[in-house]
């Protein structure tokens, strides 16, 4: 596995070392060890997993407040998305910065989002499966998120009009949001 350093401390991407020939392919999605070696220590407990059945949906952007907060660790089944995550730790020199990826059934990268960071994504492709592990359960009393289309983040979307559940409409601008994990 490599380690790929994003702008955003503590957020990296992982390529896995894949192995294929005329079959397929084979690879470790996750492996404590290797994931040790790379700095990644965290318990997972939880495995979650979506399906957009269509491009251009979007969903973000959570996050859970102290002491519920997550950190997940990304990665797509089928499919392809534009994954964006934002800084939200108030003392943090990239608060309110924000780093966008491709992850896909093709390249395999996963993402690490730690705790402290908002995190959302658009489906580009039809059939787009996410996966993610988090090393929090979900806790509906501590789940807020931030308005994927806050004018001052600014986050270049790949839609203009995307396909929105009703809650993630109704979340506030990043300067009304609670924030809690320090």
């Excluded at 495995?47 to 997550?70: C, F, T």
């Excluded at 690490?112 to 009393?141: I, M, R, W």
Aim: hydrophobic share 35%; charged share 25%; proline share 6%.
């Amino acid at each position: 596995m490599k380690r790929i350093s994003l702008k955003l401390d503590g957020a990296i991407l992982i390529e896995p070392l894949v192995n294929g020939d005329n079959r397929g392919f084979f690879m470790e999605s996750y492996n404590d060890v290797a994931m040790q070696k790379l700095g990644v220590h965290y318990n997972f407990i939880q495995d979650n997993q979506s399906l957009s059945a269509e491009p251009g949906v979007l969903r973000g952007l959570h996050y859970q407040l102290k002491p519920k907060g997550q950190t997940k660790l990304i990665r797509v089944l089928t499919g392809a998305i534009y994954d964006v995550i934002l800084d939200i730790r108030k003392s943090s020199p990239t608060f309110g910065q924000w780093v966008g990826v491709i992850l896909s059934e093709h390249n395999k990268r996963q993402l690490l989002v730690p705790k402290g960071f908002a995190h959302g994504f658009c489906t580009l492709v039809p059939n787009t499966q996410v996966l993610y592990k988090v090393d929090e359960y979900y806790s509906p009393e501590h789940d807020r998120g931030i308005l994927w289309s806050d004018p001052v983040l600014g986050i270049d979307w790949p839609t203009s009009n995307p396909i929105l559940s009703d809650k993630d409409q109704r979340h506030p601008l990043l300067k009304d949001a609670e924030m809690n994990f320090e």
